[in-house]
């Protein structure tokens, strides 16, 4: 009777995985199909010829490494403004006393109020008249708007669970303001640091309408908008060279995934403190 | 030589006033205790002394020099914190280390000195563990450890034994007591607990509501308390209070009354006479209680008496048959009466002479 139930328990959860995981096998697998036998009727599941020539098609004769690059930049520069901004800003808002700190928390997630289609024109013209449009750096500054708040609040709570003494005791041991923060704070924040650089780096990997509006040059697009623009035309979709693309967009958040889920649910699991 | 002055130190939180113009002296080598209940101002005080918190009249100096605006790492002070505030990620060594660190003392040093400090404290064998894997005592011992090791001028103490079980608390505050005297440092100590303060301190400062009340020593705080404040607030059970007028002489309650010289004149008619549990004989005397309550705890019992509408608190011996209802003769120990205006609850010196029965 145990027996029955954990298999049947276990069909259902692997269906479940088949399901939603689906889309994703079926990208792989088209990936590596050759052109004439995407549209075959009725379609083959298991591809009966494996190619890579989509691939080093994309790496050889298309600017997808350098779209690959600059994603790489945009998401790794937004994360690391982002975590440095918010990780001082979460702990102003949490140990500073001054007027208007609980006020101030809170416009900061006036953001979100608008939805982001309005905010983009005027952050387009703003870029423009500052002299950055059109650039890397201009993506970096239009993600940490919109990543910033959220950022801002999650390491709040995180910091909030941080004992006050603890950086009580490293002033009176000694330290700095600065060196408490450091030795100190950031250690404990650590989890919270991380899940918060995972949030944001997602984000800017994969916004789209951002990119779209404020860069029109192979310079600066990031993958998302590179892609759609290369592979995607009113005529023709390029599907063996769009899924090929996708399955390498996808590899860098799959390989930081699991390199961080390890260290997260680790670094949750020591946040206690006694006391 | 390093004694510590506060000096008309006043600390506001926006409009709520945590301490009332405080006036101290503790000197060098002292050990102090601030005794109070919560919100008193005892923790602000210490804070303030640490430099985590900023006094906004008034100067705090510390031997000849006046350290308002030194930052807590350069006041030479070590301080233990209620919740130990051990870092978490470090070992035991790591924390103790910390302040040497922070010195720029340098490595092979450090080692020699954090190796003394935990054979001082017997932590010789958790060095290498983490604050999580100890018990609340051994955690209690690496605190004290990361404060001794950088033998500065002041141990500062907020309440550090109150997370500890009772028979660890008694233990510790054996080890402290023993500490203080090998070092021969100021511990200024902050506690809610006044057995903690009588058993460790050269003096005791009694406050409430953001005023120092008293700062005395335990027997003189005890004996000669300087209001009702610290005259009920001190001894357990409390003292007792009887509400009277003093006339021709004679201090009188519908209860009782006691022929009183007061040493001074200036105070008040009304008056309360403050007698503590353990200064009342029973069995004989003038006076009769009728007995309301009777609390028996193994080696004495506690008796709540009616005196004409006043509620007194004795001790019994364990062994002395009590009915409730019924009446007890008791007698007041004359030399151990205090006197207080029932006004401004100072107390007033005064001489008294054997009870009387009521008139």
Known sequence: MKMVRRVAFNLFAWSVVGLVAFPLIWMVITSVKPQFELFRIPPTFLPETVTFEHYWTLIYDTPFLKYMRNSLLIAFGTTLVVIVVATLGAHSLVRFRYPGRERLAQLVLFTYLLPSVVLVLPLYLLMVWVGIANSLFSLVVAYTTFALPYALWLLRSFMQGIPDDLEAAALVDGATRMEAFIDVILPQALPGIISTSLFTFILAWNEYLFALVLVNTDEARPLTTGVMNMLISSFNI?????????VMMSLPLVI???FLSSYLTRGFGAGGVKG | MSDIVFSGVRKAFG????????????RSGEFVSLLGPSGCGKTTTLRMLAGLEFPTQGTISIGSRVVNDVPPGKRDIAMVFQSYALYPHMSVAENIAYPLKKRGMPRAERETRVKAAAETLQLGALLQRKPRQLSGGQQQRVALGRALVRDPVAFLLDEPLSN????????MRAELIELHRSLGKTFVYVTHDQLEAMTMSDRIAVMNEGVLQQFATPKEVYEAPANTFVATFIGSPSMNMFEGALADGVFSHPALRVPVTPEASGHGSRLLLGVRPEDMTLGAGPLNGTIRVVEPSGHETIVLLDFAGTTVTVRAPPDMPLGIGSVLACDVKSSRLH?????SGLRIAARF???????
């Open chain 1, 238 to 246: 390029e599907w063996s060279l769009l899924m090929a693309a996708s």
């Open chain 1, 256 to 258: 930081i995934f699991a």
């Open chain 2, 15 to 26: 409009s709520a006033i945590a301490l009332h113009g405080l006036d101290l002296t503790i």
């Open chain 2, 164 to 171: 500890l079980d009772a028979k660890l608390r008694a233990h």
């Open chain 2, 339 to 343: 006197l207080f205006d029932a006004v």
């Open chain 2, 353 to 359: 002479g054997a009870a009387l029965p009521p008139a």
